[in-house]
């Protein structure tokens, strides 16, 4: 075999060291991820954010050279995964389908969904919808991924066409079965969202910031995904790099929550920033009003609060035991049964759900409702109830 054969075949044109190849492999990814978090998910699927029309239609391209997926597409189904979280309608939920078959089979749900063309032209309004689009990118999408093995074999080899397949397998992998797959089944929690996300790390960087999963299902439309000071979104970074260069414009963030002192009643302010922050409110009752009353049952038994209490059970006090099995749901509504006052605190959480939850435009309803639950747990006689009631009260959206 010729030598400038076995030359191209183990180096390509680019001829490029073992270093530099795992460097342009890094970096080709992580625009891959930038594409699919940035573009497909904050600006295409929630609108969170608008990018400027060349760095939009680059983001567009690069995920069809790279992924062969169809924005239309992706965008519908990920919003129906928002709007039929934890169903047997929402295309790739652990709740439904278990942990295994989603993290390891989840390019396959992808696949099933994409077929619901119903749900594609219900959820997937808005896509674009372009020349490109019709006659190219839609038509033609595993045209890119064939490009892209061309492209990678002719600059890189051999070792080009492993890049390649590794660069295959990179969103299926970290998307389709890391975010959507142990992001709903193992991790932190910062909010009582009504479903079983969870934030992988505090830190979001190796898959653009969606490792903040929790987050993001507490606030939808939100560009930015950290909450907390101490969580860090590279995507959020590198879409505020972009707003500086004129080449980004967020559109929606989380509200932030203010707490105003001394008022005596709640008023059409509490109710406007509790129901932009109900998962804040939520878990500001699991944290001040349930666990030191559990606490204090556990220290009134002389025991540890696990042994009184299992951990997925005591996660259960917080939604009604929705994700437990028959049986630890019946285990934990005797345990709340025989002990009055955690079944009165659980009660309150609940009545306090339903003002926040309830369907329907009658604000004015609404606050009478949150008026009369805030005097009630006022005179419960339960201290730590008194103090989340006037802290509740408090609530508004920081200006």
């Known amino acids: 075999m010729p030598d400038a054969l076995i030359s191209f075949l183990t180096s390509g044109v680019a001829g490029l060291g073992w270093g530099g190849l795992l460097l342009v492999l890094l970096v080709m990814t992580q625009l891959t991820i930038f594409s699919v978090t940035l573009y497909l998910h904050r600006s295409q699927a929630h609108r969170g954010v608008d990018f400027h029309p060349v760095v939009a239609h680059f983001f567009r391209f690069w995920t069809w050279l790279t992924t062969s997926m169809i924005t239309r597409e992706w965008v519908a189904i990920h919003r129906k995964h928002h709007a039929k979280v934890e169903t047997e309608e929402d295309p790739h939920s652990p709740q439904t389908y278990g942990i295994a078959k989603v993290f390891w089979q989840g390019v396959e749900l992808y ?73 709903h089944w193992w991790g932190y929690r910062n909010f009582e969202s009504a479903d079983t996300s969870t934030n992988l790390t505090p830190w979001g960087v190796w898959i653009g910031g969606e490792e903040l999963h929790n987050n993001h299902h507490a606030f939808p439309s939100s560009a930015r995904f950290s909450m907390r000071r101490w969580e860090f979104d590279i995507g959020w970074a590198v879409i505020k790099g972009l707003e500086k260069l004129g080449l980004a414009k967020v559109l929606r963030v989380a509200p932030s929550l203010d707490i105003r002192p001394n008022i005596a009643v709640p008023d059409t302010e509490t109710l406007r920033a509790l129901l932009s922050h109900r998962f804040q409110a939520m878990t500001d009752y699991k944290r001040n009003v349930l666990m030191p009353a559990l606490r204090e049952e556990a220290a009134a038994a002389g025991a540890r609060l696990r042994q009184l209490l299992p951990r997925p059970l005591r996660r259960g006090l917080v939604d009604d035991g929705r994700w437990l099995e028959p049986d630890a749901r019946e285990q934990l509504r005797q345990w709340v049964e025989q002990r009055p006052r955690i079944r009165a605190l659980v009660e309150y959480r609940v009545r306090l759900a339903q003002v926040l939850e309830a369907r329907g435009n009658d604000a004015a309803e609404r606050l009478r409702q949150l008026q009369a639950w805030c005097q009630e747990a006022e005179a419960s006689g339960i201290r730590a109830l008194q103090d989340y009631a006037a802290r509740l009260k408090g609530y508004a959206l920081a200006h």
Do not use: C
């Open 111 to 183: 696949r099933e969904a994409r077929n619901d063309r119903a749900s594609i032209e219900q959820y997937g309004k808005g896509a674009p919808d372009d020349w490109i689009e019709r006659h190219l990118y839609t038509p033609h999408a595993n045209l890119g991924p064939t490009l892209l093995l061309l492209v990678e074999f002719a600059l890189f080899g051999l070792p080009g066409v492993a890049m390649w397949a590794i660069q295959m397998a990179w969103i299926p992998f970290w998307a389709a079965g890391v975010v959507n797959g142990l992001g």
